[in-house]
Structures are given as structure tokens and as C-alpha cells.
């Protein structure tokens, strides 16, 4: 008697950074054929982030099912002692629990694995791995195995892993930098996907972000900046989505009737109506004492700062941090451990009451996380503020006088991030025929790694916090 062996059971992944439901799902999917035939041959629905919905962490959250607290890590920098100048840089160093790919690599499983953040430095995997855009460039050593680089570089030049400098007025410059990246990223998964043998396929790309602060403002009517219908970059993200998708069309090509596909955003985005300038809050309300307040626009670390007369300090970004200078844990703490959860809930009320320059209610979120995590690894912001629910950013800088502004503090940026990403997930078998659309509810970052274990027949780790979604 003949015995068959049955296929292989293989998933591919593919995330797109900062992709938006209303860009993906809304009326633009008819553009989309390639991510609408995933959508029609599956599930779908809206992907919740995590808090704070920012790359890092909220990829490797993905990839661990564990939420920031549980990481250790809360945003791009992070505060590394409990002084007031020591920010340190997330990294895959930073990453002490398994992701799946390790999970995978421990049962026997090969992967590939591009662009995921934070994986650089990198790491050993059973298979191939090209690191995130946190590389310095393409002359550091961004693969795994080190000779993989050395291919790579005769394949398509100088990778790039990121924009360099994409908060930027040269639009035409940073539209062919995007493409360009995205086109390297892209052909490195073809050859990789042909000429190594893989169980599990993950891909990042970066472009979907960067496109989305670079070009929002020309794209969205209700920005406080739009350029007028006829500016010539009107239809710049819708374009871009539209390339995507074509190359993503050339990635299905490798899903056989065996592999479960995957597309998936860590977050969303949306307009950016503006910037409260933190710092410049917690000195007019007291919180925040300089010893000299500065002639221009500073930055927080170049400020001349009283600690014996400071009861807190922010940091801007896409959302706020805000650290309390407790007594007994800061250098020249003055807030008494007796009265710190009574600080916090203050500074809770009033910020969330904070409107904008008229006065006029923009919808703040404040988060503390003790309360938003199940532990607090390493150093946790003591408040995380979420100014206008994200249509506002977070500034850090102080010297204008002035806590509401229109400019970023870091550059030219059109967007902010949003609280929900995008979902997508269809058995390979299914994809050649439309069947009908199944929209979830409730989905979280957090289901993605027990969902993809699920379809190599593995349970989840006891302490993630997801759960298998249903195909």
C-alpha cells in the first residue's frame, strides 16, 4: 500500500506597519485585490493595540503575547535608572521572553523572519532572520546567519531598513525612499521565500508608517493642514497601499493550500490635530520648577531644572510619559510615598480635563500602569497621557510659553498613531474563491502568537495573554 504524507503545515505573516482598518477596509479595498481576496477568503475584523499603541513594543507584544509591563519596555526609550537622564534604546537585548519563532525553532520548526522590531542586535534562529529598521545601516551585521548579508547585498545593494530622516519637507525625496525600501523589503522575502526552506514566514514593513506621517496631511481634508484637494500628493498613501498590495500578490504566490496567511498592523493611525507641550503644562500648573526659563524652544534635557522644588516631569512622543521625582527613589525626590497615588489621580483629572487652546474638550486618556499592566518590569512611566486620544501628540519641549502648538517637536509629521490596527487570516485553500466575509469583534495583538502556534498544533504558554482566533 501507498502512504501519502500529508502537506506541511506552514503560516506566513505579513505585517504592515501602522496600516489603518479605515485605509484597508473602508471603500479603498475594491483597490486592493490582492489583501480583498485574504479578507474575502477568511476573517477580518479591527486589531486592538496595546498600551501604548507605538512599534516598540507593540511588535513584539504581537510576537510574545505579553503586554509592556510583563516586556519590560514601554516605548522606543526608555528610562534605565531611576535618575533623570539615563534613556536607553529598546532592543532585541531587551527581549527576555520567547516569541514564536523561538517557540517554532524549539520544535523543530524553520523560520524567516524580516524587519520584525526590536531583532537587531541579532539573535539565533532556526532559519533565516534579517533585522529591524533599528539597524544603523546596512554596513552593520543585520542577518542571521552573518553570511546571509553578503547574499543580500548582491541581490539588491545597500538594504534599507528604514527611512533615514522621513520627518522631512523634501516629499518627492522621502516618496522614492519609501518605495525604494519597500521594493528591497519586499524582493529580500521572494528570495528568501525561494531559496529557503521555512515553516513560518514574518515580514514587517515600514513603509505603511512612514508614508502615513509623511503624507497624511495632503490625503485628509479635516487636517489642520491639508493642502487643498488639488496638491499634488493627494493620492500619495492611496498609491502606496496600492503597490503594497501588488507586491503583496506576489507573496500569496508561496502560500500553498496548506499555509494559514496572515496580514496584521501592530497599530493604526490617524490626522494629528496638534501637540501639548507637557513639560510647558507642568510648569504653569506648578508640578514642573526651572531654575532659569529658557529664551527659545529647549529641549527637556538641556533645561536648567530645580529637582528640590519638582514634583514631575514629562516626555513627548506620540503619547506622554510623565515620571513623579519620589522620595527615596529619584535622586532629590520631594514627593512623599504616602502621597503618590493621590499625585497621580490628580494629575489624572486635570489632565483629562485639558481641552484645547479655547478651551474646548479634546477627549485625553490618562493611563497608569499598575493599572494597565499585570507586572511593571524595569522602570514604568508613572502616568501615560494620550492627549485627544491621539489626535494630539505629546512635546517635550519647553520656551515658548505656549502649551498647545501646531508643530511637532521632532520634525514634520503628519500623523499619529491609532488604537486599532488591522486583522486578516485565510487558510491558503480558500483563497483561489470568495466565500462569505466573516468580520470579528474583540480582537487583540495579544491572540496573534497563540493563533499562529494553534496552526502548528501547539498550545500556548501558560502566562500569554491571547487567545487562538478562529479561521
Not at 170 to 177: E, G, I, M
Amino acid at each position: 500500500m501507498l502512504f501519502r504524507s500529508s502537506p506541511k503545515r506552514k503560516v506566513m505573516v505579513i505585517g504592515l506597519d501602522c496600516a489603518d482598518p479605515e485605509l484597508v477596509f473602508g471603500p479603498s479595498l475594491q483597490e486592493l485585490p490582492n489583501i480583498r481576496r485574504v479578507l474575502e477568503a477568511g476573517v477580518h475584523g479591527k486589531l486592538r493595540s496595546i498600551t501604548p499603541p507605538i512599534t516598540v513594543p507593540a511588535w513584539m507584544c504581537m510576537m510574545t503575547s505579553r503586554d509592556p509591563g510583563e516586556l519590560g519596555i514601554y516605548g522606543f526609550r526608555n528610562r534605565s535608572e531611576y535618575d533623570y537622564d539615563k534613556l536607553s534604546v529598546a532592543n532585541s537585548a531587551s527581549i527576555h521572553e520567547q516569541t514564536v519563532w523561538d517557540l517554532l525553532s524549539r520544535a523543530g520548526k524553520n523560520s524567516i523572519v524580516i524587519g520584525v522590531p526590536p531583532t537587531y542586535p541579532v539573535k539565533p534562529v532556526r532559519g533565516s532572520l534579517v533585522s529591524c529598521f533599528l539597524t544603523p545601516g546596512a554596513q552593520s551585521q543585520y542577518t542571521y546567519p552573518h553570511e546571509l548579508r553578503g547574499e543580500l547585498q548582491r541581490i539588491v545593494g545597500d538594504y534599507m531598513v528604514d527611512v533615514k530622516g522621513f520627518r522631512t519637507d523634501k516629499k518627492q525625496w522621502l516618496l522614492s525612499q519609501i518605495y525604494e525600501m519597500t521594493t528591497k523589503r519586499f524582493t529580500v522575502a521572494k528570495h528568501l521565500l525561494k531559496t529557503r526552506p521555512w515553516d513560518f514566514f514574518m515580514m514587517v514593513e515600514m513603509g505603511t508608517d512612514r508614508i502615513h506621517h509623511g503624507f497624511w496631511q495632503f490625503m485628509d481634508p479635516q487636517h489642520v493642514l491639508y493642502a487643498g484637494d488639488g496638491n499634488p500628493f493627494r493620492n500619495a498613501i492611496h498609491a502606496y497601499y496600492k503597490y503594497v498590495d501588488l507586491l503583496i500578490g506576489e507573496l500569496l504566490e508561496f502560500a500553498d493550500s496548506n499555509t494559514r496567511v496572515l496580514i496584521v498592523s501592530d497599530h493604526g493611525a490617524k490626522r494629528m490635530d496638534g501637540a501639548v507641550a507637557l513639560n510647558e503644562w507642568l510648569i504653569q500648573n506648578g508640578y514642573l520648577s526651572l531654575k532659569k526659563y529658557p529664551s527659545a524652544p529647549t529641549r527637556f534635557d538641556q533645561l536648567e531644572i530645580d529637582w528640590s522644588r519638582t514634583k514631575a516631569w514629562g516626555e513627548g512622543g506620540y503619547y506622554g510619559r510623565i515620571c513623579l521625582n519620589v522620595e527615596g527613589r529619584e535622586p532629590q525626590g520631594v514627593v512623599p510615598k504616602s502621597e503618590y497615588d493621590s499625585l497621580r489621580g490628580i494629575l489624572k483629572e486635570q489632565l483629562e480635563s485639558l481641552g484645547d487652546a479655547e478651551g474646548a474638550s479634546i477627549g485625553t486618556r490618562v493611563a497608569l500602569s499598575d493599572e494597565v499592566y499585570r507586572d511593571t518590569k524595569n522602570i514604568a512611566p508613572d502616568l501615560s497621557v494620550f492627549f485627544g486620544n491621539l489626535y494630539w501628540r505629546s512635546s517635550g519641549m519647553v520656551g515658548s510659553g505656549k502649551i498647545h502648538t501646531r508643530e511637532n517637536d521632532t520634525g514634520p509629521d503628519g500623523a499619529n498613531h491609532n488604537w486599532d490596527g488591522i486583522f486578516l487570516m485565510a487558510e491558503g485553500k480558500n483563497l483561489a474563491r470568495s466565500q462569505q466575509r466573516a468580520t470579528l469583534e474583540g480582537l487583540r495583538l495579544y491572540d496573534v502568537a497563540p493563533t499562529i502556534l494553534e496552526a502548528f498544533g501547539m498550545k500556548p504558554l501558560a502566562q500569554m495573554q491571547g487567545h487562538p482566533i478562529a479561521a
